[in-house]
Nanobody
Framework: EAQLVESGGGLVQPGGSLRLSCAAS????????IGWFRQAPGKEREGIAS????????YYVDSLRGRFAISSDNAKNTVYLQMNSLKPEDTANYYC????????????????????WGQGTLVTVSS
């Protein structure tokens, strides 16, 4: 059974950094695109970044490009999200999702239409 497990969230002060991890199991890692998303209370889901594990090509939402960086370690079946210069408005539940179809990840289709997704890890940016 395919599974994604996020970790690395927590409380961080404004201006700080965190690195989130998305560990995959039960799937052929290199055949998928994995995307990071976030959802704050009362707000819609927002796409952050994605990585095509077949090619290594990365994609970002323009508003977060430069502060956030996605990467992968194929030997560990893990995708990372490095978040720098964090702001209070970055507070949200961050989760990852995987699908063989790059466009479904990039277009942000409903989670139920994706192959697998995790439960998320909570990031709180506060002083």
């Amino acid at each position: 059974e395919a599974q994604l497990v996020e970790s690395g969230g927590g409380l961080v002060q404004p201006g700080g950094s965190l690195r989130l991890s998305c560990a995959a199991s039960g799937l052929t890692f290199e055949k998928y695109t994995i995307g990071w998303f976030r959802q704050a209370p009362g707000k819609e889901r927002e796409g952050i970044a994605s990585i095509d594990l077949k090619t290594g090509r990365t994609y970002y939402v323009d508003s977060l490009r430069g502060r956030f960086a996605i990467s992968s370690d194929n030997a560990k079946n893990t995708v990372y999200l490095q978040m720098n210069s964090l702001k209070p408005e970055d507070t949200a539940n961050y989760y990852c999702a995987a699908d063989p179809d790059l466009n479904k990840i990039r277009l942000g289709v409903p989670l139920q239409q994706l192959y697998v997704w995790g439960q998320g890890t909570l990031v709180t940016v506060s002083s």
